[in-house]
């Protein structure tokens, strides 16, 4: 991959439904009405790949990288506050850190965008960033945007520059990669310990978890599971996720759909993918599933479905105004989501 390449609608969206890719894996719940609004960008250097993300609607995100490496993200705007283990996150000074084995779990909220930079082995070693660094770091905000700028004007350089002569652009890494260790400040934050709150939800989020396709349990069984009261269980869950427990069981049920549905739409699987999706995902009574899925992402089941498959294969051409169709579509070996 030489250049920048948008990628959208199965190759994204679809990526990004699925619990395990290439180096990865998660688990991500949308929070927010409305289409999930996912749009990705990557450019590739020999050392460090960029990855700039824009998403619509607030999610529940909950990942773990294993690629090996170091993934450092911050974000460049939000319509909101996103938090991260319970806790509120400053997006203004701060950075998240994937680092293989570590689980990142947190809230976005909609109207996000964010840049990552996926660093090899070589160059992180080579930079002195240790490989276990805290998945909270302070960055040096002043920095933060001299590298914003500095990824823009490579976007584009690549853009219209797909096949850039090696020197230089070995020279354009050297100087993003000065920049990003400049960045990062040498106080880095310690993981943020769990409170009683954010342990009360993490233990009612288990009990839906191992129940998400079969019989879910009532908001008592959860409250008995997280060890608070029915009434305290409901006001942890509207502060942290916008909802109460049954609707929030309801739509980590419709992310189990959802998943099923790109496996099974990348098997090449072709009638009776919905319905054996939904079965999968624990949904019996279809007319009400699809009324349900409807009202919380603008369309029906079907629908989504093709238009994964009518957007499959389309990638963003130079000028960035309209998609057209690649020989085959392009899965990057990266996490699907940087926090964003």
Known sequence: MTGPI??????????????????????????????????????????????????QAAMHLRECMFAGGLFLTF??????????FGRPFDPGEKGVVYVPGAEIDGVLPPEVETVGFLLSPVLRDRLGLAAGLPLFIRLDPKMMRRVTLRARRIMGWLAHSPFPDPALLRVVEERLAGDLARMIRPEAEPLPLADRRSMAVRRALEALRLNVTGDLPGVTELAAAAGVSERTLYRLFRSAFGMGPHEYALRLRMAAFRAALARFEGMGMGRGAVTRAAVE??????????????????????????RWRRHDGLQLDNSGDRFVPVSRPVRPEFPALALG
């Open 281 to 306: 995902a624990g949904f019996t009574h279809f007319g009400r599933f699809s009324q349900q899925y409807r009202e919380v992402f603008g369309e029906t089941p079907r629908q989504t479905l093709l």
């Open 75 to 84: 974000f460049v705007s939000a319509g909101g506050d996103p938090s991260l």
């Open 6 to 55: 948008e990628q959208c609608f199965h190759d994204i969206e679809g990526l990004y439904a699925a619990e395990v890719g290439d180096g990865w894996e998660g688990e991500r719940v949308q929070l927010s009405r409305g289409p999930l609004g996912l749009r990705v960008r990557i450019a590739a250097l020999p050392n460090i790949q960029i990855h700039w993300y824009w998403t």
